[in-house]
């Protein structure tokens, strides 16, 4: 049974950074793409935020959160992380971290994952 638990949200001021963590079970995560995605409030379409491969550590990010957040994973904790600086408002969403079925190449669409965690909110006050 595949299981990513994230952690880590919480409530932030402008400008501050958070660390998100995804624990990842249940497959074989070094063949695989993990990525984050958010849903801002106010039923807005679930975005995506970043994504690395597994085995390569590659990393794709959305222009919004290019050269603030940093996608990266441990391979001896099986833990996806998502470093975010220079947080801003318009950040504030609950963050959901994702993972594809192996042996996939990178994708940035919400219907490229198989697999979701439950979700952390994150809130950036101004």
């Known amino acids: 049974q595949v299981q990513l638990v994230e952690s880590g949200g919480g409530l932030v001021q402008a400008g501050g950074s958070l660390r998100l963590s995804c624990a990842a079970s249940?497959?074989?995560?070094?063949?695989?793409?993990m990525g984050w995605f958010r849903q801002a409030p106010g039923g807005k379409e679930r975005e995506f935020v970043a994504a690395i491969n597994w085995s390569s550590g590659s990393t794709y990010y959305a222009d919004s959160v290019k050269g603030r957040f940093t996608i990266s994973r441990d391979n001896a904790k099986n833990t996806v992380y998502l470093q975010m600086n220079s947080l801003k408002p318009e950040d504030t969403a609950v963050y959901y971290c994702?993972?594809?079925?192996?042996?996939?190449?990178?994708?940035?669409?919400?219907?490229?994952?198989?697999?979701w965690g439950q979700g952390t909110q994150v809130t950036v006050s101004s």
């Open positions: 249940g497959l074989p995560f070094s063949f695989c793409i």
């Open positions: 994702a993972a594809r079925a192996p042996f996939h190449t990178m994708g940035v669409m919400e219907g490229d994952y198989a697999h």
